[in-house]
Nanobody
Framework: QVQLVESGGGLVQPGGSLRLSCAAS????????MGWYRQAPGKQRELVAA????????YYADSVKGRFTVPRDNAKNTVYLQMDSLKPEDTAVYYC?????????WGQGTQVTVSS
C-alpha cells in the first residue's frame, strides 16, 4: 500500500522560507514524476511544482517561479518543496502526489500560513 506523508508546514511571515517534505512508502517513488499541489480556502487544488522521476525536468506554476524549488532524493523516497520569499497568497494546504495525481495517494497535506 502506497502512502505519502507531507510535513514541514507552519506559520511564517511574508518573505520567509519553509521546506516541506513528502515521504513515500511503497515502490512508486523512483518510477514516477512527483508533484506538489496546494489548495487555498474556496479554491481548486492546483499544481505548483513538479519534478520528473529522474529529476531532470521541473515544472513551476507562474505564481511560484523563482521562489520555489522541488528537489527529490530517490534514495530516501522523499521529495521536498523549498519555498522562499513567501507571500500571503501562498497560504494553503500543500499536498504531494504523483504527476498526474492518483486519487488514492492523496494524504492529509500540511498547512502553510503566511501572515504577519
Amino acid at each position: 500500500q502506497v502512502q505519502l506523508v507531507e510535513s514541514g508546514g507552519g506559520l511564517v511571515q511574508p518573505g520567509g522560507s519553509l521546506r516541506l517534505s513528502c515521504a513515500a512508502s511503497g515502490s512508486i517513488f523512483s518510477r514516477n514524476a512527483m508533484g506538489w499541489y496546494r489548495q487555498a480556502p474556496g479554491k481548486q487544488r492546483e499544481l505548483v511544482a513538479a519534478i520528473t522521476s529522474r529529476g531532470t525536468t521541473n515544472y513551476y506554476a507562474d505564481s511560484v517561479k523563482g521562489r520555489f524549488t522541488v528537489p527529490r532524493d530517490n534514495a530516501k523516497n522523499t521529495v521536498y518543496l523549498q519555498m522562499d520569499s513567501l507571500k500571503p497568497e501562498d497560504t494553503a494546504v500543500y499536498y504531494c502526489n504523483t504527476r498526474p495525481p492518483v486519487r488514492q495517494y492523496w494524504g492529509q497535506g500540511t498547512q502553510v500560513t503566511v501572515s504577519s
